[in-house]
């Protein structure tokens, strides 16, 4: 394994294993006897830069997470096809009873940027029909801090979609919050619905 990324990635595992079970192997242990029961399922994108569990300092077993271009939600469609992203919403809602869904967009997102400007060369196969899931509520916007909140916006109502999503939000059991963390200005912002706009959720 002389490859130097993956060098770097053994050494982090590395530290990872005398933390969790060495050092501290209680919790992990615990983890690994009872299951996950996470509250929290996120949506993030799969950039580089925005790896939740990092952003929000969460241990393991804090965060549910499905990572795709864009954090997308995309519209409940059970046709019976390769849904990714619902299938983790799916497994999140109905069996691990997750309380809160979380869709954290972010700033700078290449993703986002696609679905107005569109798809980067060659990437038409996948690319491009994913991206074009907010392409509409992207159309119109010059802003890419606006388009961002817009895609967020519009996971959030596709969410709302998914009826037993919704059927759990009504009966109290489930809420759902689109975030989005902006690079530049280390900062985290919340869609605010009851005021129609985002604000600083860690002033
Ligand atoms: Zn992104």
Same mark, same amino acid.
């Given at each position: 394994m002389d490859d130097p990324a993956l060098?770097?990635?053994?050494?982090g595992f590395r530290a990872f294993r005398a933390r969790h079970?060495?050092?501290?192997?209680e919790p992990w242990m615990r983890l690994v006897r009872e299951g996950q029961r996470p509250e929290v399922l996120v949506v993030a994108c799969s950039d580089s830069r925005?790896?939740?569990? &990092?952003?929000?300092? =969460? @241990?393991?077993?804090?965060?549910? %997470?499905? /990572?795709?271009?864009?954090? $997308?939600v995309p519209p409940y469609a059970p046709d019976g096809a390769e849904?990714?992203?619902?299938?983790?919403?799916?497994?999140?809602?109905?069996?691990?009873?997750?309380?809160?869904v979380l869709v954290l967009g972010h700033g700078g997102c290449a993703g986002v940027?696609?679905?107005?400007?569109?798809?980067?060369?060659?990437?038409?196969?996948?690319?491009?029909?994913?991206?074009?899931?907010?392409?509409?509520?992207?159309?119109? &916007?010059?802003?890419? =801090? @606006?388009?961002?909140?817009?895609? %967020?916006? /519009?996971?959030?109502?596709? $969410?709302?979609?998914y009826p037993w999503?919704?059927?759990?939000e009504r009966a109290g059991l489930l809420a759902v919050h689109g975030w989005r963390f902006d690079l530049e200005r280390g900062r985290i912002e919340g869609y605010d619905e009851a005021a129609g706009r985002f604000r600083d959720l860690a002033p």
């Open positions: 060098r770097r990635l053994l050494a079970y060495e050092r501290q192997p925005v790896d939740p569990a &990092l952003l929000l300092g =969460a @241990e393991p077993g804090e965060l549910f %997470v499905v /990572r795709n271009v864009a954090a $997308l849904h990714g992203t619902a299938a983790a919403i799916e497994f999140a809602v109905k069996v691990l009873g997750v309380r809160h940027a696609a679905a107005r400007a569109g798809t980067p060369a060659g990437c038409e196969e996948f690319l491009g029909p994913w991206t074009r899931t907010v392409a509409d509520a992207v159309s119109g &916007l010059d802003e890419p =801090a @606006e388009m961002e909140r817009a895609a %967020v916006r /519009r996971s959030l109502e596709n $969410l709302r979609g999503l919704a059927e759990a």
